[in-house]
């Protein structure tokens, strides 16, 4: 469902508010009883083995003359191919979409898809799923709807998964339903005050969806966890945010198997989140080699989800590889007041000549540049004056060379972040259901 309208009280509120919860708890009993029941040894299941995804990918077909050689982006061989069919427009939108990520599997399938739908009438659909389970940090916010509006801008339609029963099955905000929904709504609230494109934007909660189509959804997840051995899923369960256990709970095994299902439940062509989710998603890729056909045909094979996967920003302190909603220091948050701002990037780890794993360097390269496409220094004169980068690598060398000190990157770093949550601040405060929804999400005490 599309998002619109200003009223809080009916946007994205699946049921009214209200859910069923015993179809998943059906299903869960129903998933437990089957993985402990099925043969070990079944020659249908996943490997947990990296050559099984290398071994078995499915090559793209060669189109028209194989002598035909296109120059394509780095990384990517397309001698042979034979693009010919608006090619040029095809590979502008390659280009873009590809930047978008700092992996992508495959990039040879991510051609063929543009090539095959440049002739046809159906929209690329690229997906991301989200708990709703507290404050939303920058990289959700700002850094998302870079990723988003990029993607829409070059014809493809995006659809967020509200993952409701996800963040229920992860124990967020202690398992309350209401709770977590508010959260859903409040992230709606943000994205729409950041100007993401809405309108090719789909915002789908999994709790509403899922009752909707109930037998196509736990088909899926009842062959996913078929075919996959216990320890392929729990290498998985780290997207959860917690470490592989024996003691963990079974919960884990269930999300897995839903986040798996939710790709070809959603029909999705370009699965678009972080490098943390990379392991769901390959995991999907391998499915679609050995799962039963799509939902309602009795032949036919699921089609590979290609994974463009974002670069995940560090938190603000030394040694922290994420931002953690737990630690309300280790990140920006997006309704952050200007001084909240200024002393937490004040504060933030940036020692001098180091840009690798500096917080500071990498919020400027993935979230100011392009978002703003400039960063302006302000500086003494006797310090070397101001200056205004347009690209990354100019800023990245003066700063290796020490000619960009942290004392002048960050009070500029905290300007342009403050610009851009400003419009983000105006909308809690002018907004009264928004303001109303923010102090209560304010109130959650925030879950690991």
């Known amino acids: 469902?599309?998002?619109?309208?200003?009223?809080?009280?009916?946007?994205?509120?699946?049921?009214?508010?209200?859910?069923?919860?015993?179809?998943?708890?059906?299903?869960?009993?129903?998933?437990?009883?089957?993985?402990?029941?099925?043969?070990?040894n079944s020659s249908h299941r996943i490997a947990e083995t990296p050559s099984?995804?290398?071994?078995?990918?499915?090559?793209?077909?060669?189109?028209?003359?194989?002598?035909?050689?296109t120059m394509g982006p780095k990384g990517v061989e397309t001698a042979g191919r034979g693009y010919s069919t608006g090619e040029g427009e095809v590979m502008e939108k390659f280009r873009a979409i590809r930047a978008v990520g700092e992996e992508c599997v495959k990039e040879e399938d991510l051609l063929d898809l543009l090539n095959f739908r440049a002739n046809t009438s159906r929209v690329i659909r690229c997906y991301d799923?989200?708990?709703?389970?507290?404050?939303?940090?920058?990289?959700?916010?700002?850094?998302?709807?870079?990723?988003?509006?990029?993607?829409?801008?070059?014809?493809?339609?995006?659809?967020?998964?509200?993952?409701?029963?996800?963040?229920?099955?992860?124990?967020?905000?202690?398992?309350?339903?209401?709770?977590?929904q508010a959260v859903g709504r409040y992230f709606i609230e943000i994205w729409k005050a950041l100007n993401m494109d809405m309108q090719r934007v789909k915002f789908l909660w999994a709790s509403e969806e899922i009752n909707k189509r109930s037998d196509e959804y736990w088909t899926r997840v009842l062959d996913i966890s078929r075919k996959s051995t216990?320890?392929?899923?729990?290498?998985?369960?780290?997207?959860m945010g917690r470490n592989q256990s024996s003691e963990g709970p079974a919960a884990g095994v269930m999300y897995a198997c839903m986040q798996c299902a939710d790709i070809f439940f959603l029909g999705v062509d370009i699965c678009q989140m972080g490098m943390d989710q990379r392991k769901i998603n390959m995991l999907a890729r391998e499915y679609a080699?050995?799962?039963?056909?799509?939902y309602g045909r009795k032949k036919g094979r699921l089609r590979k989800p290609i994974i463009l996967s974002h670069h995940m920003l560090p938190g603000l302190k030394l040694g922290q590889e994420k931002m953690s909603k737990s630690d309300p220091t280790s990140a920006i948050f997006m309704e952050?007041?200007?001084?909240?701002?200024?002393?937490?990037?004040?504060?933030?780890?940036?020692?001098?000549?180091?840009?690798?794993?500096n917080p500071c360097l990498e919020y400027i390269r993935y979230l100011v540049l392009p978002w703003a496409g400039v960063f302006n220094v302000k500086r003494r004169a006797e310090d070397g004056g101001d200056i205004r980068y347009d690209e990354w690598e100019s800023l990245a060398s003066d700063f290796a060379n020490e000619n960009l000190h942290p004392g002048d990157v960050k009070p500029a770093l905290a300007r342009a972040i403050n610009s851009i949550l400003e419009p983000v601040r105006l909308h809690f405060e002018r907004d009264a259901e928004a303001k109303a929804l923010l102090a209560r999400i304010k109130s959650f005490r925030p879950t690991r």
Not at 8 to 14: A, S, T
Not at 138 to 166: H, M, R, Y
Not at 230 to 239: D, V, W
Not at 289 to 294: N, Y
């Open 336 to 357: 952050d007041t200007e001084s909240e701002v200024n002393v937490k990037i004040k504060k933030a780890y940036c020692p001098p000549g180091k840009v690798e794993g």
């Open 1 to 40: 469902m599309g998002f619109s309208g200003r009223s809080l009280r009916n946007v994205g509120r699946p049921n009214g508010g209200r859910t069923r919860s015993s179809c998943c708890t059906i299903a869960f009993v129903s998933l437990v009883l089957l993985l402990f029941s099925f043969p070990r």
């Open 129 to 180: 799923g989200f708990e709703p389970s507290g404050r939303m940090h920058i990289a959700q916010g700002v850094q998302k709807v870079i990723a988003v509006n990029s993607l829409t801008k070059n014809g493809c339609e995006f659809v967020f998964w509200i993952a409701d029963w996800f963040a229920q099955l992860n124990n967020k905000l202690g398992g309350d339903l209401n709770k977590i």
């Open 230 to 239: 216990l320890s392929r899923i729990n290498r998985c369960q780290k997207i």
């Open 52 to 69: 099984f995804r290398l071994s078995r990918e499915i090559q793209p077909k060669a189109v028209g003359n194989d002598h035909t050689t």
């Open 289 to 294: 080699e050995v799962g039963a056909p799509p």
